[in-house]
């Protein structure tokens, strides 16, 4: 496995606020899903971003709705060349030069006194404006006459529709270490959704909402404190004290390790191949200075040793964001692909390698369904990949995922319109046809994106051979039914799952409640050992061919009668809709109620769902199918219960 789970609340608590603002904020934007993701990285580890891209693709918008969402003084200024200094950080003081005869400037709500800064247009203002952000930026020191004043600047975001090349630019380049590309929407689906936007906010509504609130910030002033005043809003809303501040002291307290071998060298080749690309992407020897007429000037790698430093404590936040301690994984490297590179196509060339990089990485990671099921969540629920570099990574691991028996979990992907399985030479179908998946053979026949024709004939030519032998084989299993009960059913027919494994829900996992544990006496060896007031668990999902079929559960009970137990067949079934598209359906086949389970005298014994068999049936021939055990009642615990095996039999 990649990575341990080490939860620690105030991460798991900024993690929780960040994903869920940016799921907020990006219903708002269309497509701009990789910039927020970009903004909120340079917002949760202080490392300021640059957003490139043409007028009118809502740079300005994404910062605006993200610094909304955090409780935190900011300011916000359009660059122009003739702007003024003072202008940026205040004017000159004239009682300090009244009284000591001392050039200083009053920065009372300006840039020195804000925590988040957005510089919209930043190329267009002059060499002065220029030099004073640099100190600004970087050093977080603002020269105010004699003094070097700190200032509590924690993140700036800055955008512009034009950039330069001219190495004489690159200071200014190397203060926004992340830098990321917004273009305009292309013809189709995306850009018909601009037509469709709701209308939240007009400027009237805006400005009345302004004076509203200083009337009511001005009528409380003395009563409530900052934090009170922005608490109403604090699920939706990061403080900057409460929560980042806080999360980079935590991390600060622990010891820093060093990195997994497998992170570090994939770091420093990206490193090494992002600084020998030239202006047009290229691999070629890049020269360490230019003469001009009256200069020399040092051309500069573009992930400088600076750089390196400051990606490698963004890796550690993220780990630790992501509850992986100090130690990050190869998913924590793809922010790399905004800090390597000034041009477009020098973007394109190390976005492409570092996609490239980290999916030849992660099939050898995936070795069990323990671990298949962490890399699924780990992608799922990173902050700093985009939904389209999920996708990518999914389509790139299907196969894999098939192999490591995380069957549930392929099925859930497949529905997911950014995961293509034809991807990595379209080998989830082989994975699937080896393991016998029918379930999501059945999905990727339905998906136009890979051709399952030779599949398609290779099972008819095993439909016609097994032909011959259907009617003697049904035939069989019949007479065996009717003659020894329970004993009955070709291996087909029976599908047997340990308990241990099967059963999720509420507080399954947790000690002295509901956890696995060895029992010599089970048939599996493992079994379910439930302590618990109110039951909530069901299986995974099984998955049964049409017909009708008997549901069995293997189970020891040492002390007195249970609470009475309600039980559940549930059932997923699949049929074609529109557009020939997979649709899923579902619902409840049979339900027993206040079943009363007694003392079994320390053995195991086998127990039949009164309600069966059921009718299994599915337009596709395949369903899936779960059980589920729960309770209505917490009047008295549930003790000493360890469930065996579940098991589906065909009637």
Avoid at 16 to 44: F, P, T, Y
Avoid at 253 to 277: C, G, Q
Wanted: hydrophobic share 40%.
């Amino acid at each position: 496995m990649i990575g341990a789970r080490l939860h620690h609340p105030i991460a798991a608590a900024v993690h929780a606020k960040a994903k869920k603002i940016l799921k907020e904020i990006s219903q708002d934007l269309v497509d701009r899903d990789e910039c927020l993701r970009v903004l909120m990285l340079g917002l949760l580890t202080g490392q300021n971003v640059l957003i490139l891209g043409p007028p009118g693709t809502a740079k300005t918008k994404a910062v605006h709705d993200l610094f909304a969402c955090v409780n935190a003084t900011s300011y916000k200024s359009l660059l122009h060349a003739s702007m003024s200094t003072e202008t940026l950080v205040g004017p000159v003081d004239l009682s300090v030069l009244k009284k000591e005869s001392q050039i200083m400037v009053n920065t009372k709500g300006m840039l020195p006194t804000a925590e988040l800064v957005f510089l919209d247009e930043i190329f267009k203002a002059n060499r002065n404006v220029l030099s004073i952000l640099l100190g600004l930026l970087n050093e977080r020191v603002f020269a105010n006459g004699p003094n070097n004043e700190p200032v509590p600047l924690h993140f700036t975001a800055a955008a512009s529709n034009e950039t330069f090349l001219d190495p004489g630019q690159s200071p200014l380049l190397d203060r926004f270490p992340l830098r990321v590309f917004v273009g305009g929407l292309p013809r189709g689906t995306l850009r018909d959704q601009l037509t469709e936007q709701e209308r939240k906010s007009r400027p009237h509504r805006r400005y009345h909402a302004a004076v509203a609130e200083a009337k009511a910030d001005a009528a409380a002033a003395g009563e409530v404190t900052p934090e009170c005043a922005s608490a109403k809003d604090g699920a939706m809303r990061l403080d900057l004290d409460a929560d980042i501040y806080a999360l980079l002291d935590a991390l600060d307290e622990m010891r820093i390790t060093k990195f997994p071998i497998d992170v570090h060298t994939m770091l420093m080749t990206l490193v090494d191949y992002a600084n020998s690309l030239n202006a047009a992407g290229e691999e070629k020897p890049q020269p360490e200075s230019i003469q001009t007429r009256s200069q020399e000037v040092y051309c500069g790698d573009v992930v400088t040793n600076r750089g390196i430093v400051m990606f490698s404590d963004m890796l550690r936040i993220s780990a630790f964001l992501h509850g992986r301690g100090t130690k990050p994984c190869v998913l924590d490297l793809w922010p790399l692909s905004y800090m390597s590179w000034r041009t477009k196509k020098q973007r394109d060339a190390v976005t492409k390698r570092m996609l490239a990089e980290i999916c030849r990485a992660l099939p050898p990671l995936i070795r069990n369904h323990e671990e298949a099921r962490w890399m699924v969540g780990a992608i799922r629920d990173h902050l700093f990949l985009p939904n389209a570099v999920k996708g990518a990574l999914y389509s790139e691991i299907l196969a894999d995922l098939v192999r490591a028996g995380a069957e549930d979990e392929v099925f859930n992907l497949l529905q997911d319109p950014n995961v293509d399985p034809s991807r990595n030479d379209g080998k989830v179908l082989q994975a699937a046809k080896d393991g016998k998946h029918q379930l999501i053979l059945t999905m990727l026949r339905q998906d136009d994106r890979i051709d399952t024709s030779a599949l398609d004939r290779e099972e008819e030519e095993e439909r016609q051979r097994a032909a011959a032998e259907n009617s003697k084989t049904r035939a069989l299993s019949q007479s065996s039914s009717s003659s020894s009960s329970w004993g009955s059913g070709s291996a087909s027919d029976r599908v047997k799952l340990s308990a241990a494994q099967a059963f999720r829900g509420k507080n399954v996992g947790e000690p002295n409640w509901i956890r696995a544990m060895k029992d010599d006496k089970s048939s599996e060896g493992q079994v379910l050992r439930i302590r618990e007031y109110r039951l909530d668990i069901f299986t995974t999902n099984i998955q049964l061919s049409n017909g009708m079929w008997d549901f069995l559960l293997r189970f020891k009970l040492d002390d007195s009668a249970l609470p009475k137990i309600n039980i559940e067949v549930n059932v997923q079934t699949a049929a074609i809709g529109a557009d020939n598209q997979v649709v899923w359906t579902s619902n409840t086949l049979a339900r027993a109620k206040d079943v009363q389970l007694v003392p079994t005298k320390g053995f195991y014994i086998q127990w039949r769902f009164p309600e069966g068999p059921v009718n299994v049936q599915s337009s596709k021939g395949m369903s899936k199918v779960s059980l589920r055990m729960f309770t209505t009642s917490s009047e008295k615990r549930i003790d000493n219960l360890y469930l065996d095996t579940v098991e589906a039999r065909a009637a």
